[in-house]
């Protein structure tokens, strides 16, 4: 009696348990047509190098918050990040190290894809959480102007506020100067750091307060150390 060749068979076998397992795991693998995929869909998966799941890979993103030290701001600026799809992975409080507006820096790390990031970003600035830092993101370039004028008058804290609200800027650092008292004249080094190509637009910010508040400024000083 001659011998069959059963391997064939085998094979086949094969590749059918292969291709109905498949949807089980989820698909992903690299196929071809000996696994009962044809190449031409094989290739159409691969138009891009991962498949166009890249994006909706959440990775691990870090923004540096400034807050109020006042009860319930924490768990205020949480929630735009829970609520836009942001998985918390840990918080560092620094309560002993306080902004030159005496509010306290938080760094919040959690995991995000890159859509859902952008929108964390956008949810924290509308519900008036200032944001020093987002991801690789931070405040780039450093200028350093002078105002000069009553400046504990016109509420100096007030000034740095509404410096700060400004989306292009942020208050690194402040010297307030007033060696004739506070009620006359004194004057203020301010370090202002502001986000790659909007200098300018963080210097206008500041010169339209001075001519609101009546304050001198001399802008913008480079080659100083603040």
């Given at each position: 009696m001659p011998n069959r060749d059963h391997s064939g068979d085998g094979d086949r076998r094969n590749a059918t348990r292969r291709a109905a397992d498949r949807p089980r795991r989820g698909g992903g693998g690299v196929s071809d047509a000996r696994d009962g995929v044809?190449?031409?869909?094989?290739?159409?998966e691969d138009a891009t190098p991962d498949g166009g799941r890249a994006s909706a890979t959440p990775?691990?993103?870090?923004?540096?918050?400034?807050l109020a030290d006042e009860p319930g701001q924490l768990l205020a600026a949480l929630h735009p990040i829970a609520d836009n799809g942001g998985n918390l992975l840990s918080i560092y409080h620094e309560r002993g190290n306080k902004t030159p507006r005496g509010r306290i820096?938080?760094?919040?790390?959690?995991?995000a894809t890159p859509e859902?990031?952008?929108?964390?970003?956008?949810?924290?600035r509308t519900e008036g959480v200032n944001v020093m830092q987002a991801g690789t993101e931070r405040y780039a370039e450093e200028v350093t102007i002078l105002l000069f004028g009553h400046l504990i008058d016109t509420?100096?804290?007030?000034?740095l506020s509404r410096i700060e609200a400004c989306e292009s800027a942020s208050v690194a650092d402040v010297s307030l100067a007033a060696p004739q008292g506070t009620e006359e004249a004194s004057s203020?080094?301010?370090?202002?750091?502001?986000?790659?190509?909007?200098t300018e637009a963080a210097v206008a910010a500041v010169r339209e307060l001075a001519d609101e508040k009546d304050l001198r400024l001399v802008e913008p000083l480079t080659g100083v150390e603040a």
């Amino acid at each position: 009696m001659p011998n069959r060749d059963h391997s064939g068979d085998g094979d086949r076998r094969n590749a059918t348990r292969r291709a109905a397992d498949r949807p089980r795991r989820g698909g992903g693998g690299v196929s071809d047509a000996r696994d009962g995929v044809p190449e031409e869909a094989a290739d159409d998966e691969d138009a891009t190098p991962d498949g166009g799941r890249a994006s909706a890979t959440p990775s691990t993103h870090t923004v540096r918050l400034e807050l109020a030290d006042e009860p319930g701001q924490l768990l205020a600026a949480l929630h735009p990040i829970a609520d836009n799809g942001g998985n918390l992975l840990s918080i560092y409080h620094e309560r002993g190290n306080k902004t030159p507006r005496g509010r306290i820096p938080v760094e919040v790390d959690f995991e995000a894809t890159p859509e859902r990031f952008e929108g964390i970003v956008e949810a924290l600035r509308t519900e008036g959480v200032n944001v020093m830092q987002a991801g690789t993101e931070r405040y780039a370039e450093e200028v350093t102007i002078l105002l000069f004028g009553h400046l504990i008058d016109t509420d100096l804290s007030d000034t740095l506020s509404r410096i700060e609200a400004c989306e292009s800027a942020s208050v690194a650092d402040v010297s307030l100067a007033a060696p004739q008292g506070t009620e006359e004249a004194s004057s203020a080094r301010l370090r202002l750091e502001a986000r790659a190509g909007e200098t300018e637009a963080a210097v206008a910010a500041v010169r339209e307060l001075a001519d609101e508040k009546d304050l001198r400024l001399v802008e913008p000083l480079t080659g100083v150390e603040a």
